[in-house]
């Protein structure tokens, strides 16, 4: 089955305290996308990736690292999680860099206190 | 930069009715795509229907169509025969062909649709 995993799908933490979110495709897709969505303002870009080792900002992209070091995975780290930091967090991909179609992880709820 | 509007944050319609969300965006490209997305309350992101700007033709799927005005950037979704389980976040998206873009999928802030019995 064609799917985007996040882990973990609840949290909550200290601020402070690093923590890294995982997502894995296994549809061999090249890109990979992360995303944050807080109410009233839908869901906006914090990083993105085109393929293995290429790495981008999206719109929001402080206070989050990211890496691709193998093509299934992209994993979104907070090296210092503040409480601006919670929030409904999504991991996509989707194949090729045009209009196709983007699959959704199920989300990821962080609290940070 | 593109931008993608919803002007209705909330809405309602009886079981079996048919119900129209709004969706306007801005944008100098010409090619790009258009999707709505469902959000129910399990928060998982449903791909509803997808437009392609140089298509015509507006995009059906079943229950679900839009009304594409490509002049007037305007996106709308209807949806016939509400269902109670079409009670969702709906979101407006957008992404454009040209590769420097093609990054990006801009999101609209979402229309809360509830279906009522």
């Known amino acids: 089955e064609a799917q985007v995993t996040q882990n973990p799908r609840y949290l909550i933490t200290v601020t402070g305290k690093k923590l890294t979110v995982t997502c894995s495709q296994n549809?061999?897709?090249?890109?990979m996308s992360w995303y944050r969505q807080d109410p009233g303002l839908g869901l906006r870009q914090i990083y993105y990736s085109m393929n293995v080792e290429v790495t981008d900002k999206g719109d929001v992209p402080e206070g989050y690292k990211v890496s691709r070091k193998e093509k299934r995975n992209f994993p979104l780290i907070l090296e210092s999680p503040s409480p601006n930091q919670t929030s409904l967090y999504f991991c996509?991909?989707?194949?090729?860099?045009?209009?196709?179609?983007?699959?959704f992880g199920e989300g990821s709820w962080l609290t940070v206190v | 930069a593109q931008t993608v509007t919803q002007s209705q944050p909330e809405m309602s319609v009886q079981e079996a009715e048919t119900v129209t969300l709004s969706c306007t965006y801005d944008?100098?490209?010409?090619?790009?795509?258009l999707f709505w997305y469902k959000q129910p309350p399990s928060r998982q992101m449903i791909l509803v229907i997808r437009?392609?700007?140089?298509?015509?033709q507006n995009a059906t799927e079943n229950r679900f169509s839009v009304n594409f005005q490509k002049a007037a950037k305007s996106f709308s979704l209807k949806i016939s025969d509400s269902q109670l389980g079409d009670t969702a976040m709906y979101f407006c998206?957008?992404?454009?062909?040209?590769?420097?873009?093609?990054?990006?999928?801009?999101f609209g802030s979402g229309t809360q649709l509830t279906v009522l019995p």
């Open positions: 437009q392609e700007a140089y298509k015509q």
């Open positions: 944008t100098s490209e010409n090619n790009y795509y």
């Open positions: 549809m061999n897709h090249e890109y």
């Open positions: 996509a991909s989707k194949q090729g860099f045009s209009g196709n179609t983007i699959y």
């Open positions: 998206a957008f992404t454009s062909h040209s590769s420097g873009s093609a990054r990006q999928l801009t």
